[in-house]
């Protein structure tokens, strides 16, 4: 026990602590970089913590602006400005009906659901006049979807980061689909929806095509994801995984809570969280309250107030403004993901808080898993639960995956991206 403390204590000052060899290029001020998002989430999350990671390393080498292409959270632009001090404007707040984004759908074969309902022309004008306007020198864009909104006839030099492969993520769930029922009502929507999910694969593969060759520089979340935008032909691909920067203690408790609690934490409104977290209260925790009656789940995030519908003996907390309050009462976190793209961050902030992490395989994926050292991994209800009981009653297996974890995390520190965005961008706008 001395010896894992010690290690924990040498990992927890590496978290706490700035890496002296992560430095980035000189600011360039005569490098102008436009940033596009689709709309800047305006509280914590995974997808603010990487495009607040994108911006700063970005700043570090020249001017940056950020144009929000689907400004429908009014204030965004200034959530933007203030919090980065960088100039932010918006493309289009105007909501799409739902008639347009059918007809969207129908007419634009290769464009997804989430881009068919969103006001894509008016976007495209008002990024083409900031273009015109600002004349920026590079043209970083967040997500395959934000591409889209690019006139490629303008000719600039495109950086695109790809944290979430869409295509795959739609292919992973429609495995996830249950067996047929006898309701022929079920049976009629399972079908719609199969069909639905087969065309959006189709329409993000090639659009996902198209940024992934058209762009000069397309960044990656994990090797594995590189290796695909390779074979769809990307010119260049850097790999820039995401990162968790612990800047207080670490949250993660020694001794087990009372009740013994169970965690998970995520956007709801995401299809593989939402899923993931049903497949877990359908067919997980019951399997755990066999062993643990007063077994206590929470979740945090979003949307997590309708998973009550399913067992009203969770504890959802919706959307917090903060992490640490919720994670200091969890004693092992759960990633029961049977889909998804890119990393998961809650995995990395896991780690860095020293709280033991059982996930399935996708949930963990492209984090370098070493299963029993920083980690259970499971794929089965069976499996998943055994794994929970362990992790909670194994003081051994507690202290190892704590440790490991803790290890883990000092290889996804937000500066080795902020080094390779900075370094890929000075790369990308030389090639004017």
Request: with cysteine; glycine share 8%.
């Amino acid at each position: 026990m001395t010896h894992e403390r010690t290690i924990t204590d040498q990992v927890d000052n590496l978290l706490t602590s700035r890496s002296s060899d992560s430095e980035t290029p000189n600011r360039t001020k005569s490098l102008k970089i436009l940033v596009v998002l689709e709309a800047h989430p305006l509280l914590p999350s995974g997808a603010e913590f990487r495009d607040r990671n994108l911006i700063e390393s970005l700043s570090s080498v020249g001017e940056v602006c950020v144009f929000l292409a689907f400004d429908a959270q009014q204030g965004s632009a200034e959530v933007v400005r203030d919090r980065y001090g960088v100039p932010a404007t918006g493309g289009s707040s105007r909501h799409t009906t739902m008639v347009e984004g059918i007809w969207n759908y129908i007419r634009h074969p290769s464009w997804p659901w989430r881009v068919a309902r969103r006001p894509v022309q008016d976007a495209r004008r008002a990024l083409t006049a900031e273009i015109g306007s600002w004349d920026p020198h590079l043209i970083v864009f967040r997500h395959t979807s934000t591409f889209m909104t690019y006139d490629r006839r303008l000719g600039k030099p495109t950086m695109v980061d790809i944290d979430d492969i869409d295509s795959s993520v739609s292919a992973q769930l429609l495995r996830t689909t249950t067996s047929a029922s006898a309701n022929p009502l079920n049976w009629l929507r399972r079908l719609a929806r199969n069909l639905f999910v087969r065309g959006e694969i189709h329409r993000w593969r090639h659009s996902e095509r198209v940024a992934q060759r058209y762009a000069c520089t397309v960044v990656a979340c994990s090797q594995d994801d590189a290796l695909q935008m390779r074979a769809n032909g990307a010119r260049l691909v850097v790999v820039a995984p995401n990162g968790y920067d612990r800047t207080g203690p670490a949250m993660g408790r020694q001794a087990l809570g009372e009740p013994q609690t169970v965690g998970f934490w995520g956007l709801i409104s995401y299809s593989p969280n939402r899923e993931g977290a049903k497949w877990f209260i359908d067919s997980v925790l019951p399997i755990v309250r066999e062993s643990i009656p007063d077994i206590r789940f929470a979740v945090a995030g979003a949307g997590s107030e309708q998973l009550q519908a399913f067992d009203p003996r969770i504890e959802c907390l919706g959307r917090i403004p903060a992490m640490e309050p919720f994670l200091i009462n969890v004693d092992v976190a759960v990633v029961p993901l049977l889909a998804g793209g890119g990393t998961r961050i809650k995995i990395i902030e896991a780690w860095a808080h020293g709280i033991p992490v059982v996930s399935t395989t996708i949930g963990i994926h492209g984090l370098d898993p070493r299963p029993g050292e920083n980690a259970l991994v499971a794929d089965t209800p069976q499996d998943f639960a055994n794994a929970i009981v362990q992790a909670l009653s194994d003081t051994e297996l507690r202290g190892r995956l704590r440790a490991g974890g803790s290890l883990s995390a000092r290889s996804f520190l937000w500066a080795a991206f902020r080094k390779e965005i900075a370094n890929a961008a000075v790369e990308t706008a030389a090639r004017r």
